[in-house]
């Protein structure tokens, strides 16, 4: 029997659900309690849509736990705070649990289906929802974790980036913490339209690579819906000059698989993530990017946007 059939999940009224667009995707969200202005950040109503795309993600909110009193947990997928991951049939089993291996109690949980386009979360009760000023929409505890799945089967990644628009143009910075994404938003963040200074996703369409931006942002709370067609990538690192080096497809994809967000991380998964960044490699020209902090990275960069005019 599968986990969900065991379940008695309530159904939230069809007039209690939001919409929100990311990346091609729409995710709906419902609960058992209703919404307000201020269950999620501001930052979110850039994202909310009134009606549903073609691509749809299903989550729902519940606040009690159901009984898993009956779950085998002798031999989890994964097995590291805060979870604990099961896959039982066409089914993954997210429970949430502490620091200590050897504690038994869950503190919340999450079903979704094979592919993760339909989920049930459950909390232990209503208070953070109650709450408000939310900074995610699944709470568990970050939405990457169900957008670094579902992307993948869907020629698309979430990186750890700084994504921007410049004069049509989308460019994406990757680096790790530290390594000057938020540097160079703030440097370039009056130039054109900035996306996201920490998260971004760049997916493969039909007409060729897009950027487009997230709610995750870093340092800087500004964010944006938009979508851009991607021109460059640029990996960032800090050096006493200000330097493009354009680097070979095979030197690139050696490179790239480490700034993507990685959930659960499966075979299928990787094969789906490392097929779309060969693509990537391809057809969109990968730079190394050194930059000095100084600001003068900028004419740097507006002289390749002037050439790509």
């Known amino acids: 029997m599968l ?71 002798s031999y989890p997928e994964y097995r590291q705070s805060p979870w604990e ?13 502490g620091v ?12 979704f289906n094979e592919d993760h386009s339909r989920g049930d979360i459950f909390h232990l009760d209503d208070s953070a929802f109650q709450a408000g000023q939310l900074g995610m929409l699944t709470l568990i505890p970050t939405d990457q974790i169900l ?7 869907r020629q698309a990644c ?17 680096g790790h913490s530290e390594a000057g994404k938020t540097t160079t938003a703030r440097m370039l963040k009056d130039d054109g339209e900035l996306l996201c200074d920490d998260r971004i996703i760049l997916r493969r369409w039909p007409e060729g ?4 931006g997230t709610w995750s942002h870093g ?8 979508s851009a067609p991607l021109r460059a990538v640029f990996l960032i690192e800090q050096a006493p000059e200000n330097r493009l080096i354009q680097l070979e497809p095979r030197q690139a994809i050696r490179t790239l698989p480490e700034f993507v967000v990685k959930p ?7 094969e789906n993530v490392l097929d779309m960044l060969g693509a990537l490699v391809r057809e969109v020209p990968v730079y190394r990017l050194r930059l000095d902090k100084s600001g003068a990275v900028r004419p740097l960069l507006h002289s390749f946007l002037d050439d790509l005019n």
């Open 3 to 73: 986990v969900s059939e065991r379940l008695n999940l309530t159904i939230p009224s069809p007039d209690n659900y939001r919409f929100y667009a990311i990346g091609g995707l729409t995710i709906r969200v419902g609960a058992e309690l209703p919404f307000t202005a201020d269950t999620f950040l501001p930052k979110f109503k850039i994202f909310r849509v009134a009606t549903p795309g073609p691509d749809l993600i299903q989550v729902t909110h519940h606040f009690s736990l159901p009984d898993l009193g009956w779950v085998d947990r």
């Open 158 to 174: 979430y990186l750890h980036a700084c994504g921007m628009v410049i004069r049509g143009h989308g460019l994406a910075f990757i």
């Open 209 to 212: 690579f897009r950027i487009h």
């Open 219 to 226: 340092d800087i709370p500004e964010v944006s819906a938009g």
């Open 100 to 111: 200590d291996q050897y504690d038994p109690r869950i503190n919340n949980a999450a079903l």
């Open 264 to 270: 659960l991380v499966t075979r299928a998964w990787w």
């Open 85 to 97: 991951i099961h896959h039982q049939g066409p089914e993954w089993l997210y429970l949430g649990i």
């Open 147 to 153: 957008l670094a799945r579902v992307l993948a089967c």
